[in-house]
């Protein structure tokens, strides 16, 4: 999302490339520091860094920026911007420019002449265009998860080291235009090898505060588990977010006045530009603390015209410096962020230290940004969906090798999802912060990666099981659709799951029969329940569906590898009707409580409100009465002048109490042998089932709220609130990225004294996968199925924000209400699930942390219709399969399992665990890779950095000096590899490896 008058702030990682941190001069090499203009010591260095900020979607699509249409929207085409610099930086070999978004350079550069190809990589090789950050888009911080993160951040990285080779290696963070900024972003980013990390937007409080006390720039400590300084970073705060200074923007977009230059003039103006930019320069520098200062020469869509800009910028530098000769101290310079940070480092001073991270981010006393982190639910639980799938559809393309690619079923391809998954990052994309047709086109072109990785994924499955089958892709499980199988006497259900250990799931498929056999591999008889389709279903799926019925049966499958199951259609009963043998439908009386249970949970429902007044674990003996609805805050809807309305960014409830959905609930009970289920209804238009499945040691919720009425003219913010009786004293905890945990205190934040004057939307914090909170004995842990905004708003609560609908723009530049039609236009239903956990504190992360792992990484359910027939290239069918020799440990997670190139192979193994959260986990760990795989044998091993472009032994990154910090951790002994192909994992570890292979 961008604009000059909204958008403060983005940053840009800036490539500086070359292998030594030699100085500006320095023999060997053109790019990087080396290629840094000449300052002048003893004065204010000013250094302008000439860019644009490219949205990859926002107001218009992706395709609409690049080729500049849809101009009624917004003047904006990156191919313009990209001709017009290329040509300028040719006229003038002073000029600098600086790109981010290899989303949109990839594609100008698949048109480009061979002469134009060469001219660029002149200028990259003498850096004089540097490309920064390096993703493929600058991806939101908040609603992202760190997997996802780091293949889009790979993908770019990818691109630029194949095109341009090292001298287009990125050294600099550049997160301009992101909403707030987590700590695990800035850990990711420190692994991947970079430098420092600028950005623009940060609250409105803290930047005043330092401002005042010079803190612009500090060392952030991302992660409280890895060595000093691996997770440190450089972090620099813009002083103008991202753009100009006011009064010097010389874009074809905006309206300031150019610099005349002819004395025969009335109208010469440089004398005035001259002491105005100085005044401006001096003013910024009492904010930092070196004699070295950056301006931002440019802002959304930028240098469509670069002429305009650079023809004035030119005339800047030359009569500013010319006031030297006069006493003046301003140098002003062409530079790049990476020149910027380069003379910082060179300043040898001490910097302070953050440990915290930049959550939320409010520009006003009334606008905290934190609706995003809810907008647009079916948009994140998708995106969610689709990077699932996109780690079978890279896993299996390995597995299988070329004939995953080419088979039975035509030609897969995984570009075309991972393209689209690393678009889906950018910050108005699952951030849910673009208008509804760039939604609808980032959701479209997820969906044509799925058809694409659904053929890669047959081919792939037909050559490990040597069987050719009618596969069935059903992604509409959740609302029990399966168009193919519903009606079929037999077929076959294949689940195969990406974990590295063994899963056991349940799976639910939609049928109209009512009695069904279900037999594993061996042929033995799988138990198997058909439950009616609930009420709740039917409603959200209305013309999509017409099975009756689910069938339910629970599925083991190997680590990385599947399991298949046949199912066959036994005649119906005349008994059951609608419902199975032992899966009744009992109307819940108010006269006692209801209680459901397992092994592990027992769950009870007050009497009176049919809502769950209480959740026990049975093995500690542990009972916390617990109060669970959902209600809804009405939002603000800005009618006053001076009030600020809640929109797709931000969250402004007025009043600030909810209102509760419903006092009391309709419930109905399903009892089985390998479920027990309470419906509740709560009104028309939200729902719940509380189900536990035998075995599982978690209640699920799965709630269904949509379509949000308006007809009252009110926008509505709908939450699921959990109210306990623990003693939280104002303290909470959320994930950063799927990470590591934070402490969360209301009202507090720990770098600046906190004035808080949103009680409700200034305490929301993003949570990607868990929420929870927690006294000296017990822990409530809430997993997510995507991301959402959470909080505690008072002691022993919980709540999380599911849906939102709303009548007004929240003035943040969308230009329209965050009021989503849904499939039939009347409004969006969504569907999700939240996993709740009751355990003591010292045993919960070893249940949270293994769980919200294997929700992300979900088996992956295909069915097939009939037997199949024999594929050639196995000699026999196998319907059970692992490619691991033994499962990895519980804390070993294989994160990345991927094809490079024709030779080599990616693999990224990580730690799950922090420090000291876990007696039994929390330990480094090793694993062997020689003897990890039973499909293929590596053959060499070469470790990477975290963005897997550029050896690990070849990481060298500048060193700053810190001052104490407080609440230090203190450093604790970490294992070391006992040979190359040995690895060891020490607590939240991520390491990275080329491998090439040789099939077995």
Request: charged share 20%; proline share 4%; net charge neutral.
């Amino acid at each position: 999302m961008a604009g000059l008058v909204r958008r403060p702030g983005s940053l840009y990682l800036l490539l500086s490339v070359c292998p030594f941190l030699l100085g500006p001069g320095a023999n060997g090499g053109r790019c990087g520091y080396q290629a840094c203009p000449a300052i002048k010591p003893g004065m204010l260095n000013v250094h302008l860094v000439p860019h644009t900020h490219d949205d990859v979607g926002w107001l218009k699509t992706v395709d609409q920026y690049y080729y500049g249409g849809q101009t009624d929207t917004q003047r904006a085409g990156v191919q313009y911007i990209l001709d017009s610099v290329i040509t300028e930086l040719q006229a003038d070999p002073r000029r600098r420019f600086i790109y981010v978004e290899v989303a949109f350079f990839y594609r100008w550069w698949r048109q480009q002449s061979d002469s134009t190809k060469e001219l660029v990589k002149q200028l990259v090789d003498e850096g004089r265009l540097e490309f920064v950050n390096g993703g493929w888009c600058m991806n939101d911080e908040a609603t992202t998860h760190y997997s996802s993160i780091i293949d889009q951040m790979t993908l770019g990285f990818q691109f630029l080291n194949d095109t341009f080779g090292k001298c287009a290696r990125p050294r600099v963070a550049w997160h301009i235009d992101p909403f707030g900024h987590s700590r695990e972003q800035a850990s990711l980013f420190a692994q991947m090898g970079f430098d420092g990390f600028f950005f623009g937007r940060l609250d409105y409080q803290d930047k005043l505060n330092r401002e005042n006390e010079r803190e612009m720039e500090q060392v952030w400590r991302a992660s409280v588990n890895l060595p000093e300084p691996s997770a440190d970073l450089f972090t620099g705060v813009l002083p103008n977010g991202y753009n100009p200074p006011r009064m010097l923007c010389w874009d074809m977009l905006c309206s300031d006045e150019p610099i005349k230059d002819d004395k025969n003039l009335d109208e010469y103006n440089v004398d005035q530009i001259v002491s105005y930019f100085n005044q401006t320069a001096y003013k910024q520098a009492t904010h930092y603390r070196t004699n070295h200062i950056i301006m931002t020469m440019g802002s959304d869509f930028h240098f469509q015209d670069a002429n305009m800009w650079y023809k004035n910028l030119d005339k800047l530098i030359k009569y500013v410096n010319a006031a030297q000769e006069t006493g003046s101290n301003v140098n002003v310079l062409y530079s790049t962020p990476s020149c910027y940070l380069y003379e910082l480092n060179r300043a040898n001073l001490t910097w302070s230290v953050k440990s915290d991270d930049f959550f939320p981010y409010a520009d006003g006393p009334h606008q905290f940004w934190t609706g995003y982190f809810t907008s647009r639910p079916a948009l994140k639980r998708y995106e969610r969906l689709s990077n699932n799938f996109l780690q079978v559809c890279n896993q299996l393309e390995v597995l299988a090798a070329a004939d995953s690619r080419s088979g039975p079923y035509g030609v897969g391809d995984s570009s075309v999802l991972r393209k689209a998954m690393a678009v889906a990052q950018h910050h108005d994309a699952v951030s849910g912060t673009e208008k509804q047709h760039v939604a609808n086109d980032y959701a479209k072109k997820l969906a044509r990666g799925w058809e694409q990785c659904e053929v890669l994924v047959s081919n792939a499955l037909s050559s490990l099981s040597g069987m050719k089958q009618n596969f069935i892709f059903c992604d509409q499980l959740n609302i029990s659709v399966c168009h193919g199988i519903e009606e079929l006497s037999k077929f076959t259900v294949t689940l195969y799951n990406p974990l590295a250990r063994a899963v056991s799931v349940y799976v639910r498929i939609p049928v109209n029969g009512t009695n069904y056999t279900v037999h594993d591999l061996r042929g033995g008889l799988v138990p198997n329940q058909v439950v009616a389709v609930s009420n709740f279903t039917k409603l959200l799926r209305k013309d999509r569906g017409y099975a009756v019925n689910e069938l339910v049966f629970q599925a083991r499958t190997l680590a990385l590898g599947f399991s298949t199951y046949s199912v066959t259609r036994k005649p119906d009963s005349p008994v059951l009707s609608r419902m199975t043998r032992s899966g009744r439908r009992h109307q819940h009386p108010r006269r006692t409580g209801l209680t459901i249970e397992n092994q592990y949970i027992r769950v009870t429902f007050d009497a009176h409100t049919g809502l769950i007044s209480g959740i026990e674990n049975l093995l500690k003996n542990l009972s916390l009465p617990v109060t669970q609805s959902f209600h809804w805050y009405t939002a603000s809807t800005g009618d006053k002048v001076s009030s600020q309305p809640s929109g797709a960014y931000i969250f402004r409830p007025k009043p600030e109490q909810p209102l509760p959905m419903a006092k009391n609930v309709k419930t109905y009970t399903v009892q089985t042998d390998l479920f027990q289920e309470v419906y509740q209804n709560f009104s028309a238009w939200c729902s719940q089932v509380v189900r536990l499945y035998k075995d599982q040691q978690f209640v699920e919720l799965e709630w269904t709220v949509g379509p949000i009425p308006t007809g009252d003219g009110i926008g509505k913010e709908v939450i699921s609130r959990f109210d306990t009786s623990l003693k939280t004293e104002g303290t909470f905890y959320t994930d950063s990225n799927g990470r590591e945990i934070l402490t969360r205190r209301r009202d507090y934040r720990p770098t600046w004294k906190f004035e808080q004057t949103e009680p409700v939307a200034g305490n929301y914090f993003p949570v990607n996968s868990r929420i929870y909170i927690k006294d000296s004995k017990m822990q409530l842990t809430v997993l997510t199925d995507r991301s959402q905004g959470g909080s505690s708003i008072k002691d022993g609560s919980l709540e999380l924000m599911v849906h939102r609908r709303l009548l007004r723009d929240d003035n943040r530049g969308v230009g329209e209400a965050l009021s989503e039609p849904g499939y039939d236009g009347k409004g969006l239903v969504v569907r999700g699930k939240h996993l709740v956990f009751l355990d003591t504190v010292s045993a919960s992360a070893e249940l949270h942390r293994l769980q919200a792992q294997a929700e992300y990484m979900a088996p992956w359910t295909v069915m097939a219709q009939g037997t199949g027939t024999a594929y050639s290239s196995r000699p026999k069918h196998i319907a059970e399969f692992s490619a691991l020799k033994e499962e990895l440990p519980p804390n070993v997670h294989l994160l990345t399992l991927a094809q490079w190139d024709s030779q080599s192979f990616l693999i990224r193994l990580e730690h799950q665990f922090e420090m000291g959260e876990s007696s039994v986990y929390s330990k480094p760990i090793t694993v062997d890779l020689d003897n990890l795989f039973s499909t293929f044998k590596i053959i060499s091993v070469e470790e990477m950095s975290l963005g897997f472009n550029q050896r690990k032994e070849d990481v060298s990154r500048l060193k700053w000096r810190t001052g104490p910090e407080k609440d230090s951790i203190k450093s604790v002994s970490r294992r070391k590899d006992s040979s190359k192909h040995e690895v060891v994992l020490n607590p939240m570890e991520i390491r990275t490896f080329r491998v090439r292979i040789q099939y077995l």
